[in-house]
């Protein structure tokens, strides 16, 4: 039997500085309620994503902080910018997010946007805790041996 194929993904905005901040456990895939020209600005690939992060509305999981720029050419009929946008997940999938951050110190952190391979705008989502500064300190460090590891290796031989 054949391996299955990687699914095709266009990514539009990675937050590479989450995994730095934060232990990531555990990582979902949801979707998230755009307008038209929210999309047409995201295939644009000008999004970021690096101060953001997602937190309960009422019975909702809502998407705060991301900037999704203003698409040009829709003059009048834009959105705003930093709008919050709710994250389409199943009810039992919303109710462990919100209860991990409730009650166990968790945060839920955006680590990717992209669209998966039918033009659907996703969202990866980070199930993760703060580092502390001397984690970071050691994280930082072992990054750094092993680059010169790396490096001493190929110049061996």
Do not use: C
Not at 68 to 77: D, G, S, T, V
Not at 102 to 127: M, S
Not at 128 to 135: F, V
Request: hydrophobic letters at 35%; a positive charge.
């Amino acid at each position: 039997m054949a391996p299955k194929p990687e699914p095709s993904r266009r990514v539009v905005a990675d937050n590479r500085a989450a995994r730095f901040h934060y232990t990531i456990e555990d990582t979902l895939e949801a979707g998230i309620a755009l307008t038209g020209t929210e999309v047409k600005s995201l295939r644009g690939g000008k999004a970021t994503i690096g101060e953001a992060y997602a937190g309960p509305s009422g019975t909702d999981l809502m998407l705060f902080n991301a900037y999704i720029p203003e698409y040009l050419e829709a003059n009048r009929f834009n959105h705003e910018p930093k709008r919050p946008r709710r994250l389409l997940l199943h009810r039992r999938q919303i109710n462990k997010l919100i209860g991990a951050t409730q009650r166990q110190g968790y945060t839920v952190v955006p680590l990717k946007i992209y669209f998966n391979d039918k033009g659907r705008a996703k969202i990866e989502l980070g199930l993760g805790k703060g580092k502390q500064a001397h984690d970071k300190r050691e994280a930082a460090k072992e990054r750094d041996w092993q680059r010169d590891r790396a490096r001493l290796l190929r110049d061996r031989g």
